[in-house]
């Protein structure tokens, strides 16, 4: 479902970074980053990340996330 979501959430927007998160589940976060690159015809590039240990601590372990960043609007130079 948050699969889904995230799709719909980027549909409006013709260039998307998409960024799979999560907290100890480095395999399933790569599935979904894989499905979610299959899934999309808007993205600019899918990437992995892990969420710090600080944020860790408060969420736990086996945490996995997803969010759409829209970047439409910004110019190629202001992207990292």
């Known amino acids: 479902?948050?699969?889904?979501?995230?799709v719909e959430n980027?549909?409006?927007?013709?260039?998307?970074i998409y960024v799979v998160?999560?907290?100890?589940?480095?395999?399933?976060a790569?599935?979904?980053a894989e499905d979610l690159s299959k899934l999309v015809n808007n993205a600019r590039r899918v990437e992995?990340?892990?969420?710090?240990?600080t944020?860790?601590?408060?969420?736990g372990s086996g945490v996995i996330?997803?969010?759409c960043i829209p970047v439409d609007n910004l110019e190629h130079?202001?992207?990292i």
Not at 21 to 28: F, I, V
């Open 10 to 16: 980027g549909l409006n927007y013709q260039d998307v």
């Open 55 to 59: 944020v860790g601590a408060h969420i």
């Open 65 to 67: 996330g997803i969010t």
């Open 1 to 6: 479902r948050i699969k889904q979501l995230t």
């Open 77 to 79: 130079n202001e992207l």
């Open 30 to 32: 790569n599935k979904i």
């Open 21 to 28: 998160l999560h907290s100890n589940r480095l395999e399933e």
């Open 48 to 53: 992995v990340t892990t969420i710090t240990s």
